[in-house]
Nanobody
Framework: VQLQASGGGLVQAGGSLRLSCTASDSLDYYAIGWFRQAPGKEREGVACISSSGGSQYYAESVKGRSTISRDDAKNTINLQMNNLKSEDTAVYYC??????????????????????WGEGTLVTVSS
């Protein structure tokens, strides 16, 4: 499975972006997450969604400002980000992990268990 992230760009603080992760094959059995890495910082988890779509989990830094959703008919996972802040500036990556389990913080602690990573998309928030 190949993952392609898109939707990044330059946006002013307070603005919105929708990131998309499109797969080359079905993601029906995969939990999907978004991670980001800012310059000089470690990669961190942002949001994730279970294979069924029934559970989602968000990092505290984006909770209340972001919504993750999946459209399995289109093999696509979206991350809507609102009220963007300068600290959201980073390269965003999507990742797939084959599991039927509900997601929570454990997903962000499992980078070594990730089955597929997508190439990143850059989000730059200007203040």
């Amino acid at each position: 499975v190949q993952l392609q992230a898109s939707g990044g760009g330059l946006v002013q603080a307070g603005g919105s972006l929708r990131l998309s992760c499109t797969a080359s094959d079905s993601l029906d059995y995969y939990a999907i997450g978004w991670f980001r890495q800012a310059p000089g910082k470690e990669r961190e988890g942002v949001a994730c969604i279970s294979s069924s779509g029934g559970s989602q989990y968000y990092a505290e830094s984006v909770k209340g400002r972001s919504t993750i959703s999946r459209d399995d008919a289109k093999n696509t996972i979206n991350l809507q980000m609102n009220n963007l802040k300068s600290e959201d500036t980073a390269v965003y990556y999507c990742a797939a992990l084959r599991t039927g389990a509900p997601v929570s913080g454990w997903f962000f602690n499992s980078p070594v268990g990730i089955d597929y990573w997508g190439e990143g998309t850059l989000v730059t928030v200007s203040s």
